[in-house]
Every structure is written in structure tokens, then in C-alpha cells.
């Protein structure tokens, strides 16, 4: 809504707003009725000015339509030269005659008239005038006022103040400011709304672009292609030479095809078998934490003591077994293993599983079968194929026991080493 309690300036500062885009005539109108002094002044107030606009004059009018406050001043300031005179404004057709035909009374009361308004078409009217009279205008700029007498009084005679629009008038004038108000709301929102349709427009044809590149790079390889096929049909007068052609490019279409059949083949075991694995640790991870007891203060087993027995009677007997395979949470029992392993009279070691780069352990493993170890005992979290190479690994290295341990607890470790155990026992008895 307006900022402004009167009538006329409200209509003023909406005639300026509509002036301001043409803005040469509307600086010939302000340099032409405010003194040079004031100019200088609301000229300062205007802010930065544009290159090349070097007169305060200009400088307003450019400032004018984001600067509520100079429009203000320019209001209050040119309102009152804008004098209501006799005659109030010419016959129609006396509006295309140039302002020197007019008196100064008469061009100030056509232009009050036609600005205060509240009317675009008025407005519209006001800058045809302002543009035919602009060389006149700027031509005869307002004197400055004169200056003060010894008795500090000024002899020029004060503005006729301006009649008050009715209060009927004023508020329609309210109602339509409101509805301007309104529409100016709704063509902003539209404005803002189109901006947005625009900018998914220009990131559609950005997409759309870089398709059609892609598909212009296509294109161009089946071109090569096809010209390639041509070239080669051409050259070959033969029939024969044509099919021997077709024939070997048959049997590299049936290689690639079975070439990437085995790839996906092995790309969706290796899937399926990461998958198994990684649940299996998932619900293990989450399990109640074991609490292995200490195996030097209980007694073994039956089976374990005989072992035990077994073992000590073997003079220079050294029995090493690896284990491979779990996680953080299984490998805690590295101490108890190790433990489990003095008590029964052998060595072993534990290492983690290694769930991605499996491939890079084959050889430290078959080293380490070949030099520091008797027997494996492989926990089900490996990889299928890494259990599968370990496997080939200790067949090459004599055969040795390699055995695969569902581990749920201790207590499966503790049976898979009985039953490598056993089975080291009997490869050295058949071997003495």
C-alpha cells in the first residue's frame, strides 16, 4: 500500500514509478522545475550513479525507482510548482504543439493535472508530453530561488497549495492502489514460477544435449563400422573368402559370448557367497559375548586326554595348525586357542578373514603351508573361493589336513583341532 497519507502525492509517486522508464524526459521535467541547489542535493542521497550519468538531474531519475525516500523528497518538492492554473489544461488537440506555445501556468497545471491522476493512460499522456518538451525543458532549467534580504525575509510570493482531493474520491483512489498492489503480487509470483519452468527447461536441454553428443558418437562408430564392412565386402570378389569372413567372425562372437557368460557366472558366485558371508558375521556380531573358561584349571575330556598322552609319546613331535577365518569378535579367542594348544601339546596361530582382497593371502598362505604349518582348519566366514584355493594349496603341499569348522563357539574350534589332531597322528604313524 501507500506510504503516503495524501491523495495527490500518493498519485505523484505512482506517476513517477510509470515515468521512470523513460527516464531522459522525466530528468528534463525535474531539472526544468527544481532549483540546481536542490537537485545537488537529492542527487546525493541517490547513491551510486551510472557511468556516463554525470548530471543530478539523471542521476535522480535513474534512483528513482528503488529509492522510496528520494522519490519522497522529489514529491514534496515538486508538488507545489506544479501549480493549479487558469487555464487547467488545453483542448486535445493542442497536446502535440510544442511547450513554447503554452505559458509556464499552463504547462505546470497540464502536467499537475495529468500526473496526480489516478489513471495509467493520464500518466501515459504526461510522458508523450515530457518527451516532446524534453529539448525545451532542459534548455530552460529553474532559476535558483532568490536570495534573502538584509532583513532576512524573501520577496518570492509562496505556492498556491494544492486542493485536497474528497474523501470519496480518495478512497477509491485507496481501492484501486490496493488492487494494483494485488496484481503487482501475482505477476511477481508469476514471474518467479516462470524463472523456475526456465531454469528445469535449461537443465532438461543440458540433458538433452549431452544424449544427443552420445548418440552423435554412436552414430559415428557404426559409421567407422559399417564402412569398415563395406571395404571389406568390396575387397573380397570370392564367395568363398566371404564366408570364411562371416565364419571367424561367428566363432569371436561365440568366444566373447562365452567369455562373458563365465564372468557373470563367477561375478554372481562371488555375490551370492559375499552375501552368505556377511549375514553370517551380521548375526554373529550381534551375539551373546562367550566366555571361554580357563583349560588349565578343569580337566579335559576323555578324548582330549588321550590325545594328550598320544602326543607325549611322540618323541620330537612338533605339530603346528593355522586357523583362518571370523572376525574381531571370534578372534578374541586367540588367547584361549593358544592356551588350548599348550595344554595339549601342539602350536597354532589364528588369523582373520580377509572378506575382499582374499586373493592377496593365497600366496603368504602358501608359503606359510609350505614352511611354518602341518594342517589348516578353515572357519566357515571365508570366502567359497578362497576356501577352495586353500584347499588346492594344502594338496600340493603333501596333503595336508585342511578342514572347514562351522564355528558357533569354542566349543566347534575345539572338535575341529581334535580331529586335525588325529588325523596328523595317523599321517605320522603311516609315515614311521
Known sequence: MSHFQSPEKSCLDSALLFLSRKPKPLAAMLSHYLPASELKKLARSAGRRRPGR??????????????????????????????????????SHRLDTEAASFSAASRAA???????????????????????????????????????SADGKFTATAPTPARPLTT??????????????????????EMASAEQRLNAEHQRKARLQGQLEEALTEADQERMRATEFKRQLLATT???????????????????????????????????????????????????????????????????????????????????ILVVGGGERQHKHQGKLTEYAEVMGFHSHWRMAEY???HRELDT???????????????HWNRTTFTRKAREICDQDGAK????????????????????????????????
Open 238 to 320: 570370392d564367395s568363398s573368402e566371404r564366408e570364411e569372413i562371416l565364419r571367424k567372425e561367428a566363432e569371436a562372437c561365440r568366444r566373447s559370448s562365452s567369455i562373458f557368460e563365465q564372468k557373470l557366472r563367477m561375478v554372481s558366485e562371488e555375490r551370492d557367497d559375499l552375501r552368505g558371508v556377511l549375514e553370517d558375521y551380521d548375526r554373529f556380531a550381534h551375539a551373546p559375548e562367550e566366555v571361554v573358561p580357563s583349560f588349565r584349571d578343569r580337566p579335559l575330556t576323555t578324548s582330549e586326554q588321550e590325545l594328550v598322552q598320544t602326543i607325549a609319546q611322540q618323541q620330537g613331535l612338533s605339530l603346528r
Open 365 to 379: 598362505l602358501a608359503r606359510d603351508m609350505r614352511e611354518r604349518f602341518d594342517a589348516l582348519i578353515i572357519l
Open 110 to 148: 497540464t502536467l499537475r493535472l495529468l500526473l496526480i491522476a489516478d489513471d495509467p493512460d493520464s500518466w501515459e499522456q504526461a510522458g508523450n508530453l515530457l518527451e516532446r518538451w524534453e529539448e525545451f525543458l532542459r534548455q530552460n532549467p529553474c532559476p535558483e530561488p532568490p536570495a534573502a
Open 168 to 189: 470519496d474520491k480518495a478512497q477509491r483512489m485507496r481501492q484501486k492502489e490496493g488492487k494494483l498492489q494485488d496484481q503487482l503480487l501475482e505477476l511477481r509470483h
Open 54 to 91: 554525470l548530471a543530478p538531474a539523471d542521476q535522480i531519475s535513474d534512483a528513482i525507482p528503488h529509492h522510496l525516500k528520494l522519490r519522497s523528497a522529489c514529491i514534496d518538492e515538486l508538488l507545489p510548482l506544479l501549480v493549479d492554473a487558469a487555464p487547467v489544461i488545453p483542448e
Open 401 to 432: 589336513p585342511c578342514l572347514t569348522c562351522y564355528y558357533e563357539g569354542f566349543t566347534n574350534l575345539r572338535e575341529s583341532l581334535q580331529e586335525c589332531l588325529k588325523q596328523l597322528l595317523a599321517a605320522h604313524k603311516r609315515g614311521s
Open 356 to 358: 575382499q582382497s582374499w
